[in-house]
């Protein structure tokens, strides 16, 4: 008879850990969901007799959002490295950089999905630019370029930083 999303809301310095323990009870509390709580909540019998089977999702913590970039046989993260790679570029993401898109993502609210455009958004333009850069050998992501504050390192076989953004500023200029 627990109803879900209501309750104390708590205010100051616990307000943070009082929402996440909310949102554990809300996750613990869904796994008791059955076709009769659908149907008290309004929906109707002939859609809840579609659904064969009611599965709750669990809200997923930063752990579990770095695992999805990287555990998989599929990765995200080694998606894009073989994307890369098909360039001849290495590409690293550091620790900093997998929790940075993990917290980015969690802002979105949008689940994992969500790791997908935030890494994207990140690499858009180094994608485009490789290609017609053969002196890039390595690509950087660090928490900084996935937050958007510069985009990723890019390094030559020799290990200089390449700026290409600069050479074609001045290219245009000139």
Avoid at 92 to 108: G, I, N, Q, S
């Amino acid at each position: 008879d627990k109803r879900v999303g209501t309750g104390k809301r708590a205010l100051g310095f616990r307000a943070g850990l009082a929402q996440e323990e909310a949102a554990k009870a809300r996750d613990a509390l869904l796994t008791h969901v059955a076709p009769d709580d659908l149907l008290e909540y309004g929906l109707i019998p002939e859609f809840v007799g579609r659904l064969p089977v009611i599965v709750p999702l669990q809200t997923l913590d930063k752990q579990a959002m770095m695992a999805i970039l990287t555990e998989p046989k599929n990765a995200l993260v080694k998606q894009f490295q073989r994307s890369f790679a098909l360039d001849g570029v290495e590409l690293v993401f550091t620790d900093d950089a997998l929790e940075a898109a993990a917290e980015e993502a969690m802002r979105h609210k949008m689940g994992a999905r969500s790791l997908r455009t935030v890494v994207e958004d990140t690499l858009l333009d180094v994608m485009y630019e490789i290609p017609s850069h053969p002196d890039i050998k390595k690509c950087v992501v660090d928490a900084e370029a996935i937050r958007g504050r510069r985009r990723a390192i890019l390094l030559s076989g020799g290990g200089q930083a390449v700026e290409v953004l600069e050479e074609e500023a001045h290219d245009e200029t000139a």
